[in-house]
């Protein structure tokens, strides 16, 4: 197309005709998308909020929204096993996850390469015209080195702009979470839109809508179950305050994007968290499952900061049990319609304080006995063995 201006522009003025004269060379048809593609910035909108907040449940929800059908999802878990990428409800090929790491530190720099990557295979085609990016980030990240990449990365600023950030806080946890974690504090601080979630679970948190308040005030807090998800993760231009993260996002500015993060590797400021995964490939039994929910019910508390896990039953082998817990909550089983990839094995991620892989591997290794041993005892008639939480089997 280049060319053939080129060439119009010199046969007109060969035969000095007046530039004003010449005719329109309208950009339709491929020429033109091409063009658009090149020019425009593709809209990111970040989903943050502390573990086990209801991100990802707040994201299928705006999944199912024709709003969102242009949108690509790039998701972070801090871990080698990542179960998120599973659990949202999207095709595989527009859900990216990062791993291996958390997004505010060690994996900034596969966050600009995947951004980039996403771009290239836009323009060339290899994928659908995309219109819109959601980073979904780990419940420990903190937004701010995030915001740098899509403000100040080169390569990056170039084809895509931050619309805007979406924090969840947990309505049952919020308060406990503020006080111990200061990513949450800064996941607030930082956000354009603060949706409360399980507030259903809470008849009254005012006190923490107060404390909400008081960190972003320029910021309504929205209950979740009022939300429309799918227009909650867009941002139309120009419809807001000058939001608080172009600020910090600029006065970063000349930090170098792409490498580590200011605050040490994998986490150094939280030296207690630890973060490990149990894997199974034998199907387990509903004894098995339920003394595993009853030991999570026992500890939950604010050292189990998390816990998810797909879980391959014997009695259902098609579909996986669905378990969560997040500090004071283990919330009730749940099932997915069908196994989201080939790897059927069992998988349970804990994010703990200070508990290491070690105590909670023994602790799912005596359940694990202990219900084959019910099993046996059920098979020749006998009585149940009870479980105790202090592992001594009665
Ligand atoms: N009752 C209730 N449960 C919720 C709500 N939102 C989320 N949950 C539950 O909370 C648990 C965790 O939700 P997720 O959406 O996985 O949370 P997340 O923030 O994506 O978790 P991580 O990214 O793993 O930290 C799941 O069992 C959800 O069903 C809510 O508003 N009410």
Do not use: Y
């Amino acid at each position: 197309m280049h060319g053939r201006n080129r060439r119009l522009k010199r046969c007109r003025a060969e035969r000095n005709v007046p530039r004003s004269c010449w005719p329109a060379i309208p950009l339709t048809g491929a020429g033109a998308s091409h063009i658009e593609k090149i020019m425009t910035r593709i809209p990111v909108t970040i989903l943050t909020g502390f573990l086990g907040s209801g991100k990802t449940t707040l994201l299928n929800r705006a999944l199912r929204d024709p709003q969102l059908k242009g949108s690509v999802v790039i998701v972070n878990e801090f871990g080698e096993i990542g179960l998120d990428h599973e659990l949202i409800e999207a095709s595989s090929d527009s859900v990216v996850l990062l791993r291996n790491g958390c997004l505010c530190c060690s994996v900034r720099g596969d966050l600009v390469e995947t951004l980039v990557d996403l771009h290239r295979k836009r323009l060339k085609g290899e994928i659908s015209a995309f219109d819109h990016v959601v980073i979904e980030t780990s419940g420990l990240a903190e937004p701010t080195p995030v915001t740098e990449v899509l403000v100040a990365a080169p390569g990056v600023n170039s084809c895509f702009s931050l619309a805007g950030i979406v924090a969840t806080v947990d309505a049952v946890n919020g308060l406990v979470t503020l006080d111990a974690h200061e990513q949450s504090v800064k996941q607030v601080a930082l956000a354009d839109r603060i949706v409360m979630t399980k507030s259903d679970l809470l008849t009254r948190p005012d006190e923490l809508r107060e404390r909400l308040g008081r960190l972003n005030p320029a910021c309504e807090v929205l209950d979740a179950r009022d939300v429309d998800a799918g227009a909650l993760m867009r941002f139309p231009a120009g419809d807001r305050q000058e939001p608080a993260w172009r600020s910090v996002a600029a006065s970063h500015g000349e930090r170098q994007v792409g490498g580590s993060g200011p605050h040490g590797e994998a986490h150094g400021h939280d030296a207690r968290i630890r973060r490990f995964a149990i894997v199974r490939d034998e199907p387990w039994d509903l004894d098995t499952l339920t003394l595993l929910l009853e030991a999570l019910a026992t500890n939950a508390g604010p050292a189990l900061l998390r816990v998810k896990g797909l879980i391959h039953m014997k009695d259902s082998p098609e579909r996986p049990a669905v378990i969560h817990g997040a500090q004071e909550l283990v919330h009730s089983l749940s099932w997915l319609d069908r196994w989201p990839s080939e790897d059927r094995r069992t998988r349970i991620v804990f994010i703990t304080m200070d508990q290491g892989a070690e105590e909670i591997g023994e602790l799912v290794e005596d359940i694990e006995r202990l219900s084959q041993r019910t099993r046996a005892a059920r098979s020749r008639g006998g009585r149940q063995v009870e479980f105790s939480p202090d592992g001594e089997n009665r």
